[in-house]
């Protein structure tokens, strides 16, 4: 097992990408500590954490809320005693970030807090966690869009989710270099486009999903596994010389 005796908090892990990792991670025998701000989506991704045989803890909280980032730590070293695995997968977009009618700027303040302020609180209260059992591994959702601009015309250049992203990059460099003589690995994630319901909404419009799909070379939105085996290899000591990287999971997309 790659993480036998593990313990790894996951943030946004109703759902999606933090779901499908929780669920990869327990079967490699890590214990899980499930945290979401939806108890529903949180409770059911604890469900399938049992159902491959592993141990999870649910703790319900925003992790742009300083006092609930520091809860949700606190609760898996309380659930489980140590804290080896960070995986900070909550974020919204654009889209779904506030009602149709919120303005821009509220739309602005939002992605930036969840993407970015949110993976920097997390983050603060767990290093130190990590610090005491030896080291860690931090694992950050970036996205292609932190490394490239979205192509010309969607929301005229003024999406806050590629600035949040490329934060998050930015971020876990910083990160990565100031945490290594701790022995804390930090590393992000950069996803294509992958099928959950952060991109869900797509699907509605079939021309757009079609032309989104043709920009991976590989024809295809990602799966949320496909993600997870990666955040598995950055979370085990198979990676125990990696840290600061970005990493693409993208069919090809920034290859091009
Ligand atoms: N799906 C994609 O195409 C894609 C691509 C690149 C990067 N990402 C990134 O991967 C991460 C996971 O995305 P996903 O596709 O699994 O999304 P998802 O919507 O399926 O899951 C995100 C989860 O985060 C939770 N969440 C949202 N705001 C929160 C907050 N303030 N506090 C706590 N929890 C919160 C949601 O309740 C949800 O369960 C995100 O950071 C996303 O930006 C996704």
């Excluded at 933090?18 to 499930?34: L, T, Y």
């Excluded at 049992?50 to 992790?63: K, L, N, P, Q, R």
Aim: net charge negative.
């Amino acid at each position: 097992m790659r993480l036998a005796d593990k313990v790894a908090l996951i943030t946004g892990g109703g759902s999606g990408i933090g779901r499908a990792s929780a669920v990869r991670f327990a079967r490699e025998g890590a214990k899980i500590a499930v945290s979401d701000m939806n108890r529903a989506s949180a409770d059911e991704t604890a469900r399938a954490v049992e159902a491959e045989g592993g141990e999870a803890a649910v703790v319900i909280g925003d992790v742009s809320n300083s006092s609930d980032a520091e809860r949700m730590v606190q609760a898996a070293v309380e659930a489980f005693g140590k804290l080896n695995v960070l995986v900070n997968s909550a974020g919204v977009s654009g889209r779904n970030a506030l009602p149709p009618e919120a303005s821009s700027e509220d739309v602005w303040d939002k992605v930036l807090d969840v993407n970015l302020k949110g993976t920097y609180l997390v983050s603060w209260f767990a290093v130190p966690e990590m610090e005491k059992t030896g080291g860690g591994s931090i694992i950050n959702l970036a996205s292609i869009m932190g490394l490239v601009g979205y192509p010309a015309g969607f929301d005229g250049g003024f999406n806050p989710y590629n600035p949040s992203k490329g934060g998050v990059v930015q971020f876990t460099r910083n990160l990565a270099v100031a945490s290594a003589p701790k022995n804390v690995r930090v590393n992000c994630i950069c996803p294509g486009f992958v099928d959950t319901n952060l991109t869900s909404m797509l699907k509605a419009d079939d021309e757009v999903y079609r032309f989104l799909e043709e920009r991976h070379p590989m024809g295809r939105f990602g799966k949320p596994e496909e993600i997870a085996n990666v955040a598995l290899y950055l979370a085990s000591d198979e990676s125990s010389f990696v840290t600061g990287t970005p990493l693409a999971v993208d069919g090809g997309y920034t290859a091009q």
